[in-house]
Protein backbone atom coordinates (compact mmCIF):
# COMPACT_ATOMS: atom_id res chain seq x y z
CA UNK A 1 0.00 0.00 0.00
CA UNK A 2 1.72 3.42 -0.82
CA UNK A 3 2.55 5.93 1.77
CA UNK A 4 -0.62 8.71 1.10
CA UNK A 5 -2.79 6.10 1.14
CA UNK A 6 -1.71 4.74 4.45
CA UNK A 7 -1.73 7.87 5.92
CA UNK A 8 -5.37 8.64 4.29
CA UNK A 9 -6.37 5.70 6.60
CA UNK A 10 -4.57 6.33 9.74
CA UNK A 11 -6.06 9.77 9.69
CA UNK A 12 -10.10 8.07 9.18
CA UNK A 13 -9.79 5.34 11.33
CA UNK A 14 -8.34 7.93 13.85
CA UNK A 15 -11.09 9.88 13.11
CA UNK A 16 -13.64 7.09 12.98
CA UNK A 17 -12.82 6.07 16.57
CA UNK A 18 -13.13 9.79 18.38
CA UNK A 19 -16.08 10.73 16.31
CA UNK A 20 -18.57 7.79 19.26
CA UNK A 21 -17.10 10.50 21.53
CA UNK A 22 -18.41 13.56 20.23
CA UNK A 23 -21.14 14.08 22.44
CA UNK A 24 -20.25 12.52 25.51
CA UNK A 25 -20.25 14.18 28.78
CA UNK A 26 -17.39 16.76 29.17
CA UNK A 27 -14.26 15.37 31.47
CA UNK A 28 -13.40 18.26 34.00
CA UNK A 29 -10.74 19.45 32.51
CA UNK A 30 -12.49 19.97 29.18
CA UNK A 31 -15.64 21.77 31.03
CA UNK A 32 -13.24 24.16 32.74
CA UNK A 33 -11.38 24.88 29.76
CA UNK A 34 -15.41 25.81 28.16
CA UNK A 35 -16.26 28.00 31.43
CA UNK A 36 -12.73 30.05 31.21
CA UNK A 37 -12.66 30.14 27.53
CA UNK A 38 -16.15 31.13 26.81
CA UNK A 39 -15.98 33.91 29.16
CA UNK A 40 -11.97 35.17 28.05
CA UNK A 41 -11.91 39.13 28.56
CA UNK A 42 -10.25 41.78 31.02
CA UNK A 43 -11.89 40.85 33.95
CA UNK A 44 -10.44 40.33 37.42
CA UNK A 45 -8.30 37.29 37.28
CA UNK A 46 -5.85 35.64 34.75
CA UNK A 47 -8.63 34.54 31.74
CA UNK A 48 -11.50 36.98 32.26
CA UNK A 49 -12.57 36.42 36.17
CA UNK A 50 -10.67 32.46 35.89
CA UNK A 51 -7.59 31.64 37.19
CA UNK A 52 -5.71 28.62 35.15
CA UNK A 53 -2.45 28.05 35.01
CA UNK A 54 -2.31 27.51 31.27
CA UNK A 55 -1.33 29.22 28.29
CA UNK A 56 -2.76 31.26 25.63
CA UNK A 57 -3.00 29.42 23.19
CA UNK A 58 -4.51 26.03 24.51
CA UNK A 59 -6.95 28.98 25.97
CA UNK A 60 -7.81 30.39 22.73
CA UNK A 61 -9.19 26.79 21.23
CA UNK A 62 -11.06 26.69 24.51
CA UNK A 63 -12.25 30.01 23.24
CA UNK A 64 -13.26 28.88 20.05
CA UNK A 65 -14.93 26.01 20.96
CA UNK A 66 -17.33 27.72 24.14
CA UNK A 67 -18.49 30.33 21.43
CA UNK A 68 -18.94 27.82 18.42
CA UNK A 69 -21.19 25.49 20.16
CA UNK A 70 -19.59 23.62 23.36
CA UNK A 71 -18.91 19.83 23.67
CA UNK A 72 -19.54 19.10 20.68
CA UNK A 73 -17.26 22.16 19.07
CA UNK A 74 -14.79 21.01 21.33
CA UNK A 75 -14.53 17.36 20.67
CA UNK A 76 -14.56 18.78 16.20
CA UNK A 77 -11.51 20.92 17.33
CA UNK A 78 -9.77 18.06 18.73
CA UNK A 79 -9.82 16.32 15.53
CA UNK A 80 -7.79 19.08 13.74
CA UNK A 81 -4.34 17.92 16.17
CA UNK A 82 -4.83 14.91 15.64
CA UNK A 83 -4.89 14.65 11.68
CA UNK A 84 -1.83 17.17 11.49
CA UNK A 85 -0.29 14.98 14.12
CA UNK A 86 -0.40 12.00 12.13
CA UNK A 87 0.39 13.51 8.55
CA UNK A 88 3.88 15.84 10.17
CA UNK A 89 4.89 12.64 12.15
CA UNK A 90 4.35 10.42 8.97
CA UNK A 91 5.94 12.88 6.81
CA UNK A 92 8.58 13.40 9.91
CA UNK A 93 9.33 9.56 9.57
CA UNK A 94 9.80 9.42 5.81
CA UNK A 95 12.23 12.10 5.98
CA UNK A 96 14.50 10.01 7.85
CA UNK A 97 13.84 6.43 6.58
CA UNK A 98 11.69 6.35 3.81
CA UNK A 99 8.09 5.49 2.50
CA UNK A 100 8.32 2.50 5.37
CA UNK A 101 8.83 4.33 8.25
CA UNK A 102 6.50 6.83 7.16
CA UNK A 103 3.59 4.46 6.85
CA UNK A 104 4.49 3.16 10.67
CA UNK A 105 4.52 6.25 11.58
CA UNK A 106 1.32 7.41 10.31
CA UNK A 107 -0.14 4.05 12.23
CA UNK A 108 1.65 4.54 15.23
CA UNK A 109 0.42 8.36 15.54
CA UNK A 110 -3.44 7.35 15.08
CA UNK A 111 -3.07 5.20 17.99
CA UNK A 112 -1.46 7.42 20.20
CA UNK A 113 -3.74 10.54 19.71
CA UNK A 114 -6.94 8.24 20.02
CA UNK A 115 -6.05 5.34 22.81
CA UNK A 116 -8.88 6.27 25.66
CA UNK A 117 -5.62 3.96 27.74
CA UNK A 118 -3.96 7.56 27.44
CA UNK A 119 -6.86 9.40 28.32
CA UNK A 120 -6.64 10.49 24.63
CA UNK A 121 -10.46 9.64 23.78
CA UNK A 122 -10.51 13.68 25.47
CA UNK A 123 -9.93 16.87 24.22
CA UNK A 124 -6.94 18.44 26.37
CA UNK A 125 -3.86 20.40 26.50
CA UNK A 126 -1.46 17.56 25.87
CA UNK A 127 -3.84 16.62 22.22
CA UNK A 128 -3.21 20.53 20.98
CA UNK A 129 -0.07 20.73 21.94
CA UNK A 130 1.33 17.49 19.82
CA UNK A 131 0.39 19.06 16.26
CA UNK A 132 3.39 21.45 17.52
CA UNK A 133 5.97 19.09 18.92
CA UNK A 134 5.30 17.30 15.55
CA UNK A 135 6.06 20.25 13.66
CA UNK A 136 9.38 21.10 15.84
CA UNK A 137 10.74 17.38 14.46
CA UNK A 138 9.71 17.99 10.88
CA UNK A 139 11.26 21.47 10.73
CA UNK A 140 14.20 19.96 12.75
CA UNK A 141 14.59 17.62 10.46
CA UNK A 142 14.44 19.28 7.30
CA UNK A 143 16.75 22.07 9.28
CA UNK A 144 19.54 20.08 9.33
CA UNK A 145 19.31 18.31 5.88
CA UNK A 146 18.76 21.40 4.55
CA UNK A 147 20.46 24.19 6.35
CA UNK A 148 18.57 27.00 5.77
CA UNK A 149 16.85 29.98 7.64
CA UNK A 150 13.45 29.07 7.38
CA UNK A 151 13.84 26.22 8.29
CA UNK A 152 15.61 27.03 11.68
CA UNK A 153 13.23 29.98 12.13
CA UNK A 154 10.25 27.41 11.82
CA UNK A 155 11.89 24.96 14.43
CA UNK A 156 11.97 27.75 16.71
CA UNK A 157 8.32 28.66 16.03
CA UNK A 158 7.09 25.41 16.63
CA UNK A 159 8.78 24.72 19.85
CA UNK A 160 7.00 28.19 21.48
CA UNK A 161 4.05 26.85 20.12
CA UNK A 162 4.04 23.77 21.73
CA UNK A 163 5.58 25.60 25.21
CA UNK A 164 2.52 28.00 24.38
CA UNK A 165 -0.08 25.14 24.34
CA UNK A 166 1.13 23.61 27.29
CA UNK A 167 4.49 24.80 29.07
CA UNK A 168 6.02 21.65 30.28
CA UNK A 169 6.28 20.30 26.08
CA UNK A 170 9.79 21.63 25.68
CA UNK A 171 10.26 18.14 23.67
CA UNK A 172 10.92 18.85 20.43
CA UNK A 173 13.49 21.76 22.00
CA UNK A 174 15.35 18.51 23.49
CA UNK A 175 15.28 16.66 19.70
CA UNK A 176 16.35 19.89 17.72
CA UNK A 177 19.05 20.30 20.15
CA UNK A 178 20.22 17.24 20.57
CA UNK A 179 19.63 16.64 16.44
CA UNK A 180 21.58 19.36 16.22
CA UNK A 181 25.05 18.46 18.61
CA UNK A 182 24.46 15.16 16.87
CA UNK A 183 25.26 16.41 13.15
CA UNK A 184 27.92 18.66 14.73
CA UNK A 185 29.44 15.62 16.19
CA UNK A 186 29.00 13.36 12.91
CA UNK A 187 30.46 16.11 10.94
CA UNK A 188 27.01 16.38 8.78
CA UNK A 189 26.78 20.42 9.99
CA UNK A 190 29.10 22.90 9.92
CA UNK A 191 29.80 25.34 13.05
CA UNK A 192 28.73 28.00 10.99
CA UNK A 193 25.79 26.52 9.79
CA UNK A 194 24.61 25.27 13.06
CA UNK A 195 25.00 28.66 14.82
CA UNK A 196 22.47 30.41 11.55
CA UNK A 197 19.80 27.34 12.63
CA UNK A 198 20.24 27.76 16.26
CA UNK A 199 20.03 32.03 15.89
CA UNK A 200 17.20 30.93 13.40
CA UNK A 201 15.33 28.71 16.28
CA UNK A 202 15.41 31.34 18.60
CA UNK A 203 14.28 34.01 16.65
CA UNK A 204 11.62 31.92 15.75
CA UNK A 205 10.71 31.09 19.00
CA UNK A 206 11.26 34.65 20.44
CA UNK A 207 8.79 35.96 17.66
CA UNK A 208 5.39 33.76 18.26
CA UNK A 209 5.99 34.23 22.28
CA UNK A 210 5.81 38.50 21.28
CA UNK A 211 2.79 37.87 19.64
CA UNK A 212 0.92 35.00 21.58
CA UNK A 213 1.81 37.01 25.00
CA UNK A 214 0.93 40.30 23.37
CA UNK A 215 -2.41 38.94 21.99
CA UNK A 216 -3.61 37.16 25.18
CA UNK A 217 -2.49 40.91 27.13
CA UNK A 218 -5.12 42.46 24.56
CA UNK A 219 -7.78 40.18 26.14
CA UNK A 220 -7.01 41.18 29.62
CA UNK A 221 -4.14 38.66 30.57
CA UNK A 222 -1.36 40.40 31.99
CA UNK A 223 2.39 39.32 30.56
CA UNK A 224 3.16 39.31 34.41
CA UNK A 225 0.65 37.37 35.88
CA UNK A 226 0.85 34.61 32.89
CA UNK A 227 4.73 34.20 33.87
CA UNK A 228 3.86 32.95 37.44
CA UNK A 229 0.77 31.09 36.41
CA UNK A 230 2.52 29.26 33.94
CA UNK A 231 6.21 28.97 36.06
CA UNK A 232 5.89 29.93 39.24
CA UNK A 233 3.10 28.24 40.31
CA UNK A 234 4.03 25.16 38.84
CA UNK A 235 6.80 25.05 41.66
CA UNK A 236 4.44 26.02 44.34
CA UNK A 237 2.31 23.57 43.22
CA UNK A 238 5.01 20.60 43.42
CA UNK A 239 5.45 21.42 47.02
CA UNK A 240 1.88 20.94 47.63
CA UNK A 241 1.84 17.51 45.60
CA UNK A 242 4.65 16.59 47.12
CA UNK A 243 3.11 16.40 51.23
CA UNK A 244 -0.24 14.39 49.62
CA UNK A 245 -0.95 11.52 51.21
CA UNK A 246 1.49 8.65 49.83
CA UNK A 247 -1.35 6.13 49.62
CA UNK A 248 -3.54 8.79 47.58
CA UNK A 249 -0.36 9.26 44.68
CA UNK A 250 1.28 5.71 44.72
CA UNK A 251 -3.19 4.67 44.02
CA UNK A 252 -2.65 7.27 40.65
CA UNK A 253 0.58 6.60 39.96
CA UNK A 254 -0.30 2.78 40.10
CA UNK A 255 -3.24 3.36 38.00
CA UNK A 256 -1.85 4.98 35.03
CA UNK A 257 1.35 2.97 34.99
CA UNK A 258 -1.30 0.25 34.68
CA UNK A 259 -3.06 1.14 31.97
CA UNK A 260 0.19 2.54 30.36
CA UNK A 261 1.60 -0.94 30.35
CA UNK A 262 -2.02 -2.57 29.01
CA UNK A 263 -2.22 -0.35 26.42
CA UNK A 264 1.27 -1.36 25.03
CA UNK A 265 2.41 2.27 24.87
CA UNK A 266 4.84 1.87 27.56
CA UNK A 267 6.52 -0.94 25.31
CA UNK A 268 6.59 1.61 22.11
CA UNK A 269 8.17 4.12 24.69
CA UNK A 270 10.89 1.20 25.65
CA UNK A 271 11.99 0.33 22.11
CA UNK A 272 12.23 3.75 20.75
CA UNK A 273 14.55 4.72 24.02
CA UNK A 274 17.18 1.79 23.62
CA UNK A 275 16.96 2.13 19.65
CA UNK A 276 20.07 4.00 19.80
CA UNK A 277 22.15 1.15 21.68
CA UNK A 278 21.81 -0.74 18.61
CA UNK A 279 24.10 0.23 15.62
CA UNK A 280 21.71 -0.30 12.78
CA UNK A 281 19.67 2.41 14.39
CA UNK A 282 21.94 4.61 15.74
CA UNK A 283 22.00 8.21 13.94
CA UNK A 284 21.78 11.65 14.97
CA UNK A 285 18.39 11.05 14.58
CA UNK A 286 17.46 8.23 16.01
CA UNK A 287 19.36 9.98 19.48
CA UNK A 288 16.74 12.82 19.53
CA UNK A 289 14.05 10.66 19.56
CA UNK A 290 15.34 8.60 22.63
CA UNK A 291 16.03 12.09 24.58
CA UNK A 292 12.91 13.49 23.36
CA UNK A 293 11.19 10.37 24.59
CA UNK A 294 13.02 10.52 27.72
CA UNK A 295 12.32 13.85 28.19
CA UNK A 296 8.78 13.21 27.68
CA UNK A 297 9.11 10.58 30.44
CA UNK A 298 10.56 12.88 33.20
CA UNK A 299 7.75 15.58 32.18
CA UNK A 300 5.41 12.84 33.01
CA UNK A 301 6.63 12.02 36.12
CA UNK A 302 7.98 15.30 37.30
CA UNK A 303 4.69 17.09 36.81
CA UNK A 304 3.05 14.64 40.16
CA UNK A 305 -0.46 14.33 39.29
CA UNK A 306 -0.24 11.12 37.66
CA UNK A 307 -3.31 11.31 34.89
CA UNK A 308 -3.63 9.44 31.93
CA UNK A 309 -3.36 12.44 29.49
CA UNK A 310 -0.56 13.23 30.42
CA UNK A 311 0.67 10.23 28.30
CA UNK A 312 -0.28 11.95 24.92
CA UNK A 313 2.90 14.32 25.41
CA UNK A 314 5.01 10.77 24.32
CA UNK A 315 2.91 10.27 21.85
CA UNK A 316 4.93 12.29 18.77
CA UNK A 317 8.99 10.65 19.43
CA UNK A 318 7.32 7.64 19.86
CA UNK A 319 4.95 7.58 16.62
CA UNK A 320 8.44 8.95 14.29
CA UNK A 321 10.70 6.60 16.37
CA UNK A 322 8.95 3.59 16.15
CA UNK A 323 8.17 4.37 12.22
CA UNK A 324 12.14 4.68 11.87
CA UNK A 325 12.69 1.42 13.44
CA UNK A 326 9.63 -0.39 11.87
CA UNK A 327 11.71 0.80 8.43
CA UNK A 328 14.53 -1.90 9.40
CA UNK A 329 12.90 -4.34 11.64
CA UNK A 330 10.12 -6.47 10.35
CA UNK A 331 8.91 -7.93 13.49
CA UNK A 332 9.55 -5.98 16.66
CA UNK A 333 7.84 -2.51 15.93
CA UNK A 334 5.06 -4.05 13.48
CA UNK A 335 4.42 -6.42 16.32
CA UNK A 336 4.25 -3.66 19.12
CA UNK A 337 2.22 -1.21 17.01
CA UNK A 338 -0.55 -3.98 16.04
CA UNK A 339 -1.17 -5.02 19.75
CA UNK A 340 -1.64 -1.19 20.66
CA UNK A 341 -4.81 -1.00 17.75
CA UNK A 342 -5.88 -3.77 19.31
CA UNK A 343 -6.18 -2.58 22.78
CA UNK A 344 -7.04 0.69 21.59
CA UNK A 345 -9.97 -0.45 20.18
CA UNK A 346 -10.98 -2.79 22.59
CA UNK A 347 -10.57 0.28 24.96
CA UNK A 348 -12.63 2.52 23.32
CA UNK A 349 -15.78 -0.36 23.52
CA UNK A 350 -15.42 -0.91 26.97
CA UNK A 351 -14.85 2.65 27.61
CA UNK A 352 -17.90 4.14 25.63
CA UNK A 353 -20.73 3.00 28.16
CA UNK A 354 -19.26 4.49 30.86
CA UNK A 355 -18.74 7.85 29.69
CA UNK A 356 -21.53 8.27 27.90
CA UNK A 357 -23.64 8.22 31.12
CA UNK A 358 -24.51 10.80 33.24
CA UNK A 359 -22.13 9.96 36.66
CA UNK A 360 -23.01 11.86 39.97
CA UNK A 361 -21.28 15.16 39.47
CA UNK A 362 -22.94 15.95 36.67
CA UNK A 363 -26.13 14.75 38.13
CA UNK A 364 -25.64 16.98 41.01
CA UNK A 365 -25.08 20.12 38.64
CA UNK A 366 -28.52 19.07 36.70
CA UNK A 367 -30.73 19.04 39.62
CA UNK A 368 -29.11 22.73 40.47
CA UNK A 369 -29.70 23.65 37.65
CA UNK A 370 -33.66 22.28 37.32
CA UNK A 371 -34.20 24.49 40.14
CA UNK A 372 -31.43 27.64 40.25
CA UNK A 373 -32.89 31.20 38.82
CA UNK A 374 -31.21 33.86 36.52
CA UNK A 375 -28.64 35.19 38.33
CA UNK A 376 -28.18 32.54 40.67
CA UNK A 377 -23.89 31.33 40.95
CA UNK A 378 -22.15 28.25 42.33
CA UNK A 379 -18.96 27.70 43.87
CA UNK A 380 -17.97 23.49 44.32
CA UNK A 381 -15.76 22.70 46.89
CA UNK A 382 -13.07 21.56 45.29
CA UNK A 383 -12.63 20.35 41.76
CA UNK A 384 -14.91 18.11 39.84
CA UNK A 385 -15.67 21.47 36.91
CA UNK A 386 -17.87 19.48 35.27
CA UNK A 387 -20.49 19.67 38.40
CA UNK A 388 -20.16 23.25 38.18
CA UNK A 389 -20.13 23.56 33.83
CA UNK A 390 -23.48 20.90 34.35
CA UNK A 391 -25.25 23.53 36.03
CA UNK A 392 -25.06 26.44 33.79
CA UNK A 393 -24.43 29.31 36.49
CA UNK A 394 -20.81 31.11 36.79
CA UNK A 395 -18.61 30.86 39.68
CA UNK A 396 -17.83 34.01 41.41
CA UNK A 397 -14.69 32.46 43.06
CA UNK A 398 -11.59 32.32 40.27
CA UNK A 399 -10.46 28.74 41.18
CA UNK A 400 -12.35 25.89 39.56
CA UNK A 401 -10.07 23.59 40.65
CA UNK A 402 -8.63 22.09 43.97
CA UNK A 403 -4.55 22.69 43.27
CA UNK A 404 -4.80 26.22 42.75
CA UNK A 405 -7.11 26.37 46.44
CA UNK A 406 -4.71 24.44 48.20
CA UNK A 407 -1.66 26.07 46.80
CA UNK A 408 -3.07 29.61 46.22
CA UNK A 409 -5.57 29.91 49.00
CA UNK A 410 -5.18 27.27 51.79
CA UNK A 411 -6.34 28.97 54.24
CA UNK A 412 -9.39 29.71 52.15
CA UNK A 413 -8.71 33.27 52.79
CA UNK A 414 -10.07 34.71 49.49
CA UNK A 415 -12.67 32.32 49.76
CA UNK A 416 -13.72 33.51 53.47
CA UNK A 417 -13.71 36.88 51.81
CA UNK A 418 -16.59 35.90 49.30
CA UNK A 419 -18.94 33.90 51.30
CA UNK A 420 -18.88 36.63 54.00
CA UNK A 421 -19.09 39.43 51.28
CA UNK A 422 -22.24 40.53 49.09
CA UNK A 423 -20.89 38.45 46.02
CA UNK A 424 -21.43 35.20 48.06
CA UNK A 425 -22.39 32.30 45.66
CA UNK A 426 -26.02 31.09 45.68
CA UNK A 427 -25.11 27.69 45.93
CA UNK A 428 -22.36 26.01 47.22
CA UNK A 429 -21.78 22.10 46.77
CA UNK A 430 -19.15 20.16 49.39
CA UNK A 431 -17.91 16.86 48.58
CA UNK A 432 -16.75 15.28 52.74
CA UNK A 433 -15.33 18.56 54.13
CA UNK A 434 -14.39 21.92 53.07
CA UNK A 435 -11.38 21.32 54.15
CA UNK A 436 -8.86 19.34 51.96
CA UNK A 437 -4.73 18.23 52.13
CA UNK A 438 -2.66 20.79 53.38
CA UNK A 439 -5.47 23.13 53.75
CA UNK A 440 -7.14 25.36 56.85
CA UNK A 441 -10.58 25.81 56.53
CA UNK A 442 -11.68 26.63 60.43
CA UNK A 443 -12.29 30.26 59.83
CA UNK A 444 -13.99 29.65 56.47
CA UNK A 445 -16.60 27.01 57.44
CA UNK A 446 -17.67 28.81 60.65
CA UNK A 447 -18.59 32.03 57.53
CA UNK A 448 -20.21 28.87 55.85
CA UNK A 449 -22.35 27.64 58.66
CA UNK A 450 -23.61 30.95 59.68
CA UNK A 451 -24.65 32.12 56.30
CA UNK A 452 -25.82 28.78 54.44
CA UNK A 453 -28.20 26.00 55.34
CA UNK A 454 -28.09 22.36 53.44
CA UNK A 455 -30.67 21.59 51.33
CA UNK A 456 -30.20 18.57 49.99
CA UNK A 457 -27.42 15.62 49.97
CA UNK A 458 -27.07 14.24 46.16
CA UNK A 459 -24.81 11.36 45.11
CA UNK A 460 -22.48 12.20 48.07
CA UNK A 461 -22.41 15.85 48.06
CA UNK A 462 -23.90 17.69 50.18
CA UNK A 463 -25.87 20.97 48.27
CA UNK A 464 -26.24 24.21 50.56
CA UNK A 465 -28.23 27.25 49.80
CA UNK A 466 -27.53 31.07 50.70
CA UNK A 467 -29.60 32.11 54.07
CA UNK A 468 -32.19 34.10 52.79
CA UNK A 469 -32.78 32.67 49.23
CA UNK A 470 -35.91 30.47 48.78
CA UNK A 471 -35.67 27.78 45.93
CA UNK A 472 -37.16 24.55 45.70
CA UNK A 473 -35.06 21.29 46.76
CA UNK A 474 -32.56 20.00 43.71
CA UNK A 475 -33.62 16.34 42.99
CA UNK A 476 -31.53 14.24 40.77
CA UNK A 477 -32.51 12.27 37.79
CA UNK A 478 -34.48 8.65 38.93
CA UNK A 479 -32.02 6.68 36.46
CA UNK A 480 -28.48 8.22 37.77
CA UNK A 481 -25.79 6.02 38.64
CA UNK A 482 -23.99 8.03 41.39
CA UNK A 483 -20.77 5.90 40.99
CA UNK A 484 -20.23 5.16 37.78
CA UNK A 485 -16.67 4.80 36.64
CA UNK A 486 -15.14 6.27 33.43
CA UNK A 487 -12.23 5.16 33.88
CA UNK A 488 -10.84 1.77 32.21
CA UNK A 489 -9.44 -0.14 35.04
Known amino acids: MGTQRTVLLAVVAAVALRLPFLGVLPSPDEAGLLMIGGQWGVGDSLYGDYWIDRPPILLTWAWLAANTGGVV??????????????????????????????????????????????????????????????????????????????????????????????????????????????????????????????????????????????????????????????????????????????????????????????????????????????????????????????????????????????????????????????????????????????????????????????????AVGRAIAAVAEPGDTIVNAWGRVDLVYATGLDSPYEHLWSLPVRTDDPRLEMFGELVAGPAAPTWLVIRRQLEGWGMDAEAAQAVVDRRYRQVATLCGYRVYLLQGVERRTPEPPSDVQCKRSTRLL
Not at 151 to 168: D, E, Y
Open 73 to 362: ALRLLGLIPVIVTIVVCSAAAGRIAGARAARWAAVAAAVLTVSPWLGADRVNAELFAAPWLALGVYAAIRAVQTPTARWGLATGAAIAGAVLTKQNHADAAVFAVVLLIGCLVTCRLQPAAAARLAAGALGGAALVSLVVVLAAWTRGTAPGELFDALFSFRLRAAEVLASDPEGARVGRRNGVLRRWAISGHMLLVLVVLCAPLLRRFRSPESWALSAMAAFGCFSVIAGGSWWNHYLVELAVPVAVGIGVIAARSRIVAPATIGYSVVTGVVGTVLILPAVGSVDGPV
